[in-house]
């Protein structure tokens, strides 16, 4: 049974993003922010045999800009791509198609949906520029679209593998990282909705909400305008009727 909790003096809130597998966010303990980026963008200075990509200004086993097996490359004077499938040194790369040549521009980036996210600098709290192995099982929310998954594995300093390969970071896209500890146990539900008062027939929606005892509950007709008063992890996402938005508050 879900234990009932209402808070006249709240000490913190925040805008919940629905998810069916990640619980709510505590906004205010981000670990980490970035933006996602490429890995390499750079000029080819060579032809190479076959089809490769030599570049001798870059390094690509460098520990900022370390180029992996899998990651995407552009010939951004081309607009063809090909796809890396070995690091034959620290200059040059085996690729699938001949599509590289001395003095054309390119970009290597993350493969596409693979749910990586590669970030220059991640800064944690403008102190550390780095993703670090215990934030594996945190959770990141891409703040350019609202959504959010859980990280399943740091690759490297600059590179983290996420939960939802279906998630296409692409470029530019702000996150910010929050361990599942930093969050609250439980919150309470301001529950509204994005639609025009003057056009709702009725000013009620319906949610699943996961509660902190683990019960799994639908509120169907519930008033906008109110309060859950029950501890709340999880807001689904499946479900959802009329529109809600919903603030979770302490």
Request: glycine content about 8%; cysteine-free; overall charge negative.
């Amino acid at each position: 049974m879900a234990s009932l909790k209402l808070n006249i003096n709240t000490v913190s809130s925040n805008a919940v993003i629905t998810s069916d597998t990640v619980d709510i966010v505590n906004w205010k303990a981000g670990q980490i922010t970035g933006t996602s980026a490429d890995v390499v963008s750079s000029t080819a200075t060579g032809d190479g045999v076959g089809a490769q990509l030599i570049d001798d200004s870059v390094n690509f086993n460098s520990p900022t800009a370390q180029v992996l097996v899998g990651d995407k490359v552009i010939n951004t004077s081309a607009s063809t791509n090909a796809t890396v499938t070995g690091i034959v040194n620290n200059t040059t790369l085996s690729l699938t198609g001949d599509i590289m040549q001395a003095g054309a521009e390119y970009t290597i980036g993350v493969p596409s949906t693979s749910g990586q996210v590669y970030s220059a600098t991640p800064t944690d709290f403008g102190v550390n520029s780095y993703f670090t192995p215990d934030m594996a099982g945190s959770i990141i929310v891409n703040t350019s679209d609202n959504t959010k998954t859980t990280i399943l594995e740091v690759i490297n300093s600059n590179r983290i593998q996420t939960a939802d390969t279906g998630e296409e970071y692409g470029l530019a896209k702000a996150f910010t990282i929050h361990t599942p500890s930093s969050n609250y146990p439980g919150y309470a539900l301001y529950v509204s909705t994005s639609a025009s008062i003057s056009t709702l027939p009725a000013t009620y929606v319906s949610f699943k909400v996961l509660t902190v005892d683990g019960d799994t509950t639908t509120f169907t007709n519930f008033p906008i305008g109110t309060v859950l008063p029950v501890q709340v992890k999880r807001v689904f996402t499946t479900g959802l009727v009329g529109s809600p938005v919903f603030v979770a508050i302490v």
